[in-house]
């Protein structure tokens, strides 16, 4: 079984902390995401890797970075958490298909806290 | 305009019923098109991937619509454990990003 590992289920956080919430997958994917969902908004991409080193901002990257030093272990780093950061943090793996289909395959989740 | 839209629901549907959902994608440049499900407070879950010429899953059938640009999702017969918000997710060709739609809230009752 595909096997993607939050650090934390639940973090609760001081305003202007730096945060790390970590992931690992064991299924030598190539491509690692990080999600944020929020009630109404879905799920919307941070930042998405295809590679190790390799990272690419997605659609709300302000407040954020990442770091993929190996191929199993991607990192969400919060620079200074805020309020409006408190959300549940998915993250997820694929392989690379090319052209082909590919599944995402999600951890548990990280529900953030930011006060 | 939102890349991939979804109506929020909830539909509230007997068991045994029939539920369809769709889902509209902006970009004609999409490519591979899923399905999700995900379960209250779970991680979403890849229910099926939508080809082409449409497909069938047992009660789940899905279909596309390049014409259109949307997807649907069909449930026959459905059940209490069909419950879960139903995720529509599209990737662009030549592109490793996976867009979701804000989901689709189903709630079967007795």
């Known amino acids: 079984d595909v096997k993607v590992t939050q650090s934390s289920r639940y973090l609760v956080k001081r305003t202007g902390e730096k945060v790390f919430l970590e992931c690992v997958q064991d299924m030598d994917h190539e491509n690692m995401f990080w999600y944020r969902q929020d009630p109404g908004l879905g799920l919307r991409l941070i930042y998405f890797s295809y590679d190790v080193k390799m990272k690419e901002k997605g659609d709300i990257p302000e407040g954020y970075s990442v770091s993929r030093e190996k191929k199993e272990r991607f990192s969400l780093i919060l620079e200074s958490a805020s309020t409006n950061q408190t959300s549940m943090y998915l993250c997820a793996s694929s392989l690379y298909g090319g052209r082909e289909n590919t599944e995402a395959f999600f951890g548990q989740g990280t529900r953030l806290t930011v006060v | 305009r939102k890349e991939v839209e979804q109506d929020p629901g909830p539909f509230n549907v007997p068991e045994g019923a029939t539920v369809a959902f769709n889902c509209t994608y902006s970009n004609s440049a999409s490519q591979s098109f899923f399905w999700y499900r995900q379960d209250c407070r779970k991680e979403p879950k890849l229910l099926m991937s939508?080809?082409?010429s449409g497909n069938e899953d047992g009660r789940f059938t899905a279909q596309l619509n390049r014409a259109s640009q949307y997807i649907s999702l069909l449930i026959r017969d459905s059940k209490l454990s069909d419950s879960a918000t139903y995720l529509c997710?599209?990737?662009?060709?030549?592109?490793?990003?996976?867009?979701f739609g804000s989901g689709t809230r189903l709630l079967v009752r007795p």
């Open positions: 939508v080809y082409s």
């Open positions: 997710v599209v990737r662009f060709y030549s592109s490793y990003k996976l867009i």
